[in-house]
């Protein structure tokens, strides 16, 4: 028989209820509450503990030190218990509500493990913290079709519980693509040949104009250069398909086109229309010198299309670590755009991209962020509105919620949030989920490191889980400081030894 640790009292609702207990439960632990016929799942979402006799009333330490000897430890616990849903129907919310006095058991774990497997189309990503032989599953294709969102401080976990999802997936000979911003998943250990990792390199003849303009950094209201670069870019792109160019170089190919532009403007005799237009058009020419050498090792005429380097059942990483924000936000861009345009091209006449991918987003905040435009976060939220019915998921992954669109954010049907300590990233986190609660967001800054709160579609109700250990290798922890330091030590005494022994072996006095 179930353990009771207590009774509702005074005033219930449909969806909550109060209770006083003289034991103590723990915050997220499961409930039922049998009533009306009825056998109803809650989840305890606070905790406060009291004593009749000492109250914010007493001021002196004297007299609640007398009244602790004779009272002792005879404290109350009161709480509040979210109901969840009728565990006999569906998970249905009962239309009556709680009778005050009703006890309130500890759910039996047989239950829990009833609800909590997914069964074919689970995906384990853990176990309860309240009730740690109870084992957490998520659906995977509510999970991809509806997106999610990884969301989490530094340190608290955010790595291993994308590895294990990845991992997951994998099993299930899922594709994923991970826009790895730090290079964390490149030595990611998922099996052998389960990893594909990809090079940010582009065939500038599938970017968008507004796409290479972002890289050539001609400003929004610079429209000569703008046209004249736009124009270059066509002739360059034209004259490339049609071979009638020779070359490898694509920004070399536009450079040639301004220069005789440029080099007829500089014709007095030429009576060029160009002439009035000589600075803009040498504008454009510095800027084209430092896009090469900025970002020319990311466009190559010898790349083939970016959905082509997509291998199905895999984690396919995008190595973005070696290059800055600006271009990692053209390269995101033009692969989401591409990903879109092929998932719609397949579902429509056969030819494109033809298996469902998984998009996870490293630094999310960064390529769709709060209050400025970037590239990325028009296709981010296009596929965040339209990925569903094309098989495109997408997870968001971020340290900083606070910063990241609230558009993209909303969408994400889904969310696993582990610790998060400042008040403003909780509640944009909030603002965007109607799952979660004031009492769970209370919860958010005492979770441990690898512990979490599941919301959303893909778990049939609120989670407090303890996210398994991923047990290949990640590269994205914490180095041990104190360790490299030591390395770092030894090596430098080592060299002066060196140094020391080949001076005095030439004949010096060290």
């Given amino acids: 028989m179930s353990k009771v640790i207590g009774r509702c009292v005074g005033e219930t609702s449909l969806v909550s209820v109060s209770f006083i207990s003289k034991e103590m439960p723990r915050v997220g632990e499961y409930v039922s509450l049998k009533y009306d016929g009825k056998n109803v799942l809650g989840m305890i979402e606070s905790l406060v503990r009291g004593s009749v006799s000492i109250n914010d009333q007493i001021y002196d330490p004297l007299t609640i030190e007398k009244i602790k000897a004779i009272e002792g430890d005879d404290h109350y616990v009161k709480g509040t218990v979210k109901i969840l849903g009728d565990i006999d129907d569906e998970l249905r919310i009962p239309r009556t509500p709680v009778p005050p006095g009703t006890e309130i058991m500890v759910a039996d774990s047989k239950i829990l493990k009833k609800i909590f497997n997914v069964g074919k189309y689970g995906l384990k990503l853990g176990n309860l913290i309240t009730q740690e032989d109870v084992t957490v ?35 299930v000979n899922g594709s994923v693509l991970i826009f790895d911003m730090h290079s964390e998943y490149v030595n990611t250990d998922f099996g052998k040949d389960r990893v594909k990792v990809l090079k940010p390199q582009i065939n500038p003849l599938y970017l968008s104009f507004s ?29 490339i398909i049609q071979g009638s160019t020779m070359g490898k170089n694509f920004i070399a190919v536009i450079q040639s086109k301004l220069e005789g532009w440029l080099k007829e403007a500089e014709d007095p005799e030429s009576k060029s229309p160009y002439s009035s237009d000589k ?100 296709w981010i939220s296009r596929i965040a509105r339209e990925g569903r019915k094309f098989s495109v998921g997408l997870c968001l992954v971020s340290q900083s919620p606070k910063s990241l669109d609230s558009d993209a954010l909303s969408q994400a049907n889904n969310m696993i949030i582990l610790r998060l300590v400042e ?24 979770l441990n490191i690898g512990e979490a709160i599941l919301l959303g579609l893909m778990t049939r109700i609120p989670t407090l889980v303890r996210i398994n250990e991923f047990k290949g290798k990640i590269s994205g922890g914490d180095l041990n400081i104190v360790d490299e330091w030591s390395k770092s030590h030894e090596n430098y005494i080592k060299t002066l030894d060196q140094q020391k022994k080949e001076y005095e072996d030439l004949g010096g006095d060290y």
């Fill in 211 to 239: 796409e290479i303009k972002k890289l050539s950094n001609i400003p929004s209201n610079a429209y000569v250069q703008e046209r004249y670069f736009l124009k270059a870019f066509k002739l360059a792109r034209k004259s």
């Fill in 423 to 446: 008040p403003t990233d909780q509640n944009h986190v909030q603002r965007a989920s109607e799952s979660l609660s004031d009492d769970l967001i209370t919860q958010l800054p005492s």
């Fill in 137 to 171: 599953e998520v659906d995977i294709n509510k999970m991809v079709s509806r997106h999610l969102a990884v969301l989490a401080m530094t340190g608290a976990g955010k790595s291993n519980t994308v590895s294990v999802i990845v991992d997951g997936l994998l099993n």
């Fill in 279 to 378: 600075k803009s058009i040498a504008d454009i020419l510095n800027k084209l010198d430092h896009m090469q050498d900025k970002y020319g090792n990311i466009l190559s005429l010898e790349a083939k299309d970016a959905i082509d380097n997509l291998e199905v059942g895999k984690a396919n990483i995008l190595d973005l670590g070696s290059v800055d924000e600006f271009a990692s936000d053209v390269v995101v861009s033009h692969i989401l755009r591409n990903v879109l345009r092929s998932r719609k091209e397949f579902l429509r006449s056969g030819d494109g991209l033809e298996f469902p991918i998984f998009l996870v987003l490293e630094e999310a905040h960064i390529l769709a962020p709060q209050n400025r435009k970037t590239e990325s976060k028009i």
